[in-house]
């Protein structure tokens, strides 16, 4: 059965970028960097791959979405856009779309775009990318399914929290942990 699911690197302490929006501390661990991995090397981004083979239908937020197009020079390179699924980006600005993505702008409620997500992805999953907030409001729908983490050796002391809301031990139970190079992999059932 499908599931909609917010998967991501952390900190230890809990963000998801730095003060400055930047992932340069996650690329700094062992297996963290793609462009830096051994062959045979077993890190997050093997199970990321495999996760991303099952997913459908994308969210973001406007945040992530511009990291992600001055990280990747998406727009004068649309070809290193890496989501070939519809994407909807949460924004309440007019941004520019990358050449030839399908990517969809939204605002609001996020039940209606959950729905078309829903629609778009079939009988494969919904990732939603980041950021916490986003993740929170789908939290707060009560349309999360699933967090999968991966836990980087890292402390960053500030910036993007993983997910800015309480969710208590009655809303979560743990399906899955196991060790990944350096980081710690943990899955958690979301309960409704």
């Given at each position: 059965m499908a599931k909609t699911?917010?998967?991501?690197?952390?900190?230890?302490?809990?963000f998801i970028a730095d003060p400055d929006n930047s992932l340069e501390w996650l690329f700094a661990v062992p297996g963290g960097n793609p462009?830096?991995?051994g062959e045979g090397e077993e890190t997050p981004l093997d199970e990321m791959n495999?996760?991303?083979?099952?997913?459908?239908?994308?969210?973001?937020?406007?945040?992530?979405?511009?990291?992600?197009?001055?990280?990747e020079k998406a727009l004068e390179h649309p070809e290193k856009w890496a989501y070939?699924?519809?994407?909807w980006v949460f924004?309440?600005?007019?941004?520019?779309?990358?050449?030839?993505?399908?990517?969809?702008?939204?605002?609001?409620?996020?039940?209606?775009?959950?729905?078309?997500?829903?629609?778009?992805?079939?009988?494969?999953?919904?990732?939603?990318?980041g950021g916490g907030e986003l993740v929170g409001k789908f939290a707060d729908a009560g349309l999360l399914d699933e967090?999968?983490?991966s836990l980087a050796p890292v402390f960053l002391g500030a910036g993007a929290p993983l997910l800015p809301r309480r969710l208590l031990a009655d809303r979560l139970e743990l399906v899955e942990?196991?060790?990944?190079?350096?980081?710690?992999c943990l899955t958690y059932r979301v309960k409704k």
């Open positions: 699911i917010y998967n991501t690197a952390t900190s230890i302490d809990g462009e830096e991995v495999e996760f991303f083979a099952g997913v459908g239908a994308i969210c973001m937020g406007s945040t992530t979405y511009e990291w992600i197009l001055e990280h070939p699924m519809p994407t924004t309440s600005r007019n941004l520019p779309a990358v050449p030839g993505a399908d990517i969809r702008f939204a605002s609001g409620d996020v039940a209606s775009v959950h729905a078309e997500m829903v629609a778009a992805a079939g009988e494969r999953n919904r990732w939603i990318v967090i999968v983490l942990t196991k060790a990944v190079g350096q980081f710690a």
